[in-house]
């Protein structure tokens, strides 16, 4: 059965020491309450990635990146390498957040490369793919994030994709405070299911964790987390208190 996932995307937020106290008030209230279900992963900013894995080195907890380059390695200045988040034990990766897709133009062929070499290197992938109110108000929505979720990983065999943990966040939810009804969500993760079920076959889809981001807190995570095709969430904001985060966990 496909596991429950709670992952925290810090984005661009949060110095070393900050960061280093949120992860012990994170561990502090989990070891508190957990019945370890829940696979919990923490993404902060590259350079405290080392850091954070060796304080949850003793714990459940996973660490993933935000962001990989598409090249392997050499002369691309301010890139970071799949390989080098694998030398410093990154668990998994983002791969298209939609403010990378908005602000960096990251294309869904630039991010077919990305999960490519992330996958190369043991590193499981996070896709993110969603659609803008635009989108949605214009009715097109189920084709925009089918048409991402193909492009950016039905290259990969049924056996690579099960490395593959799908995000969907509705880029007018993301960071408003305006989050998707249950109903809604739940409506796209069982049509991403049943996009990834006509390809790789419905095994394979039953398989695949999907996990809904945009404006998850305590008070809405649980109605969230207790619809069929929605196996747990990105958290951006809430995810930067541990209070917060952890009652997010706990909402399973
Ligand atoms: P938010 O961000 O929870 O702050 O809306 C979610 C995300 O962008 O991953």
Redesign the pocket.
Known sequence: MRKNIVAG?WKMNLTLPEAKDLVEGIKNQLSNNTDGGTEVILIPPFPFLTEIKNQVVDSAISVGAQNCSMYKSGAYTGEVAANMLASVNTDYALVG?SERREYFNEINQVLAEKVNRLLENNIKVIYCCGESLEERKEDKHFNVVETQVELGLFHLSADEVKNVVVAY?PVW???TGETASPEQAQEMHAHIRRVLAAYYGDDVAEEISILY????KPANAQELFQQTDIDGG?????SLKAEDFVSIINAF
């Open positions: 995307n957040h966040e939810a993301i960071g981001g945009g404006s998850v990105l958290i951006g904001g809430a």
